[in-house]
């Protein structure tokens, strides 16, 4: 890679540990995808929930945070995912003080480093949302592909210690999606169904992306008839980023870069189209159904809802109650949260049994863990990333629309 | 003589080891059971194999940028795989090598090695060089 006086002096060591660190990392990652060179971004967003950075991780960032202040600093404004507990509710979810101390520490070290602590997947509806041709080095799939696609920044999936890095250097390697060559459409999708609510707009993007299946693949799909909410396209591209790893799609007629079709594939061949079918949709949900089961847990989460879904849910769930043998969760951003406690929203989830987690999201909240100690193994969401991730944690997840998942929730079985 | 396959210059140390191949991706928050080291999701064509000190060969990685940070973890609590190889790996899981320093290597001249390489073929990676050698078969 190319280096500027600059990055060569952070290589050497000479703008301290942490920038040497970041660096070194920086060039190992843009070596392997044959990066030319860095490129300065804007904003970086690190998931580092404490289930995956473990006391090995944590005690890496409590390192960091011992270095001398200008050393250890971020230089760009950086901000985190969520988190894996939230302290005010951690013990109603059987979660343990072992994992509340763990992520106090995270928590200080992060502070520490100058990093804000956002704990939200949501960003980009809460913080601050990235422009187009924006450079940045955002973690967490939902955030990158929402980034990309809607708003026509330009990220790869960082993870953790490398949007730890952009932080420190205040660039990241220019390979992937932050070069015009990897923007170009390659498969070709045609609706001849339309999705109807937020679990369908996340079943779409469980079909397309299982047929996609690279993060190297840029799906192009057409034949939407009205425009989707932020939100729809929030379910979309979380599920789209969870089932293929796919970092960017164009929708045509509705994402920036494809007022077209042919402007989605940048003038080239357009491929033969895959159609998407009734059918295709119902197979999906049929993947998941586990029709009169009893259940056990029904989360509203992945990605965490805005304030408009929480009105929606609070709509749906207030005067009624959760069944004895069920439990519902609802995770948002921190931000979110306030709102929806000023406005009310909360109190009537909370009034009809459901717990609103803030800073947090399901499966980063030690799920294997809360499974065993509530004894929860069916489990009910909206969330197509969701049912995709959970089952790796012993749980046996299904997908339904948020109303549906709330009359189940009160009936305690799936309706 | 034993097989040869070029690939693209990787990431990690070079090592020795025995290969667990599949058809399939792998994310580690998805698809793993990290503290016991097998494969615990149910979908996955290694569901509750083995993965310590393997050399996982496998498609490509799926979404979930949490692999990054548990590669590290997982080498740190002897829990981990030898190396992994890839037919394409996406941007987590070649950060979570260097972040971890564990053995990866991707792109192969001659295709897919989920078709190249066997479950039980002794393998030699070599990261630097781009060159994986099957040490028990012969070219």
């Given amino acids: 890679m190319r280096l500027s006086d600059e990055e060569e002096a952070m290589l050497a060591g000479e703008v301290g540990a942490a920038r040497q660190w970041a660096i070194k990392h920086q060039i190992a990652v843009g070596g392997f995808f044959d990066a030319p060179d860095f490129v300065r971004v804007g904003q970086a967003h690190v998931m580092a929930d404490t289930e995956s950075l473990g006391e090995t991780g944590v005690a890496w960032l409590e390192d960091l945070a011992a270095l001398p202040k200008d050393q ?17 509710c951690y013990k109603r979810l059987k979660q343990t003080d072992a994992m509340a101390d763990i992520e106090a520490r995270a928590i200080v070290a992060f502070e520490a480093l100058g990093v804000l602590m956002t704990n939200t997947c949501i960003n980009y509806q809460t913080i601050l949302p990235p422009v187009r041709g924006e450079h940045a080095a955002f973690g967490d799939t939902g955030v990158v592909i929402y980034a990309n696609s809607v708003m026509g920044a330009r990220s790869n ?163 009624r109650r959760i069944h004895p043998a069920t439990s519902l969760i609802v995770a948002t951003s921190p931000e979110i949260k306030f709102a929806a406690d ?44 969701l049912v995709n991730i959970i089952g790796g944690y012993g749980y046996q997840p299904t997908l339904a629309s948020m109303e549906r998942c709330i009359d189940s929730a009160v009936a305690g079985r799936i309706l | 003589m034993a097989i040869l396959l070029k690939c693209h210059k990787g990431i990690g140390p070079a090592v020795t080891g025995f290969a667990l191949v599949a058809p399939d991706n792998f994310s580690a928050r998805y698809d793993l059971d990290r503290l016991e080291g097998r494969f615990s999701r149910p979908t996955h064509k290694l569901y509750l194999q083995s993965f310590l000190d393997k050399i996982l060969v496998l498609q490509t990685a799926k979404g979930g940028v949490a692999s990054a940070w548990m590669l590290r973890e997982m080498a740190a609590r002897n ?13 987590i899981l070649a950060q979570g090598a260097a972040f971890a320093n564990l053995t990866m290597v991707d792109r192969f001249v001659d295709g897919d090695p989920t078709t190249l390489i066997r479950t039980g073929d002794e393998l030699q990676v070599e990261p630097d060089a781009g060159l994986v050698t099957i040490l028990n078969r012969d070219g």
């Fill in chain 1, 72 to 88: 250890r600093l971020v230089r760009i404004p950086t901000i985190t995912d969520p988190r894996g507990i939230d302290l005010a």
């Fill in chain 2, 79 to 91: 829990k981990s795989p030898k190396a992994i190889i890839f037919d394409r790996a996406n941007t």
């Fill in chain 1, 342 to 385: 000023r406005m009310g929203l909360t109190r009537r989830i909370e009034d009809a049994g459901g717990i609103v987690a803030a800073g947090v999201c399901f499966y980063q909240m030690y799920a294997r863990e809360m499974a065993q100690a509530n004894g929860w193994q069916r489990l009910l969401t909206n969330s197509a990333k």
């Fill in chain 1, 157 to 319: 999936f960082e993870g953790g210690p490398s949007a730890l890095s952009a932080g420190f250097t205040g660039r990241t390697p220019r390979y992937g999606y932050h070069l015009d060559a990897h923007r170009i459409g390659t498969r070709h999708f045609v609706l001849h169904d339309q999705p109807r609510d937020l679990a369908d707009w996340g079943a779409l993007g469980g079909i397309v992306g299982r047929a996609t299946n690279s993060y190297w693949h840029v799906p192009v799909i057409s034949g939407v008839t009205s425009t989707p909410s932020s939100d729809e396209l929030k379910h979309f591209g979380a599920a789209l980023a969870s089932f293929g790893s796919v970092a960017l799609f164009h929708l045509v007629g509705v994402t920036p870069e494809a007022p077209t079709l042919a402007a989605a594939f940048y003038g080239c061949a357009i491929p033969k189209a895959t159609a998407i079918s009734a059918d295709d949709f119902a197979a999906f949900y049929a993947g998941f159904a586990a029709p009169s089961e009893k259940v056990d847990v029904v989360v509203f989460a992945a990605p965490q809802l805005s304030l408009l879904e929480l009105q929606h849910l609070a709509g749906l769930i207030a005067g």
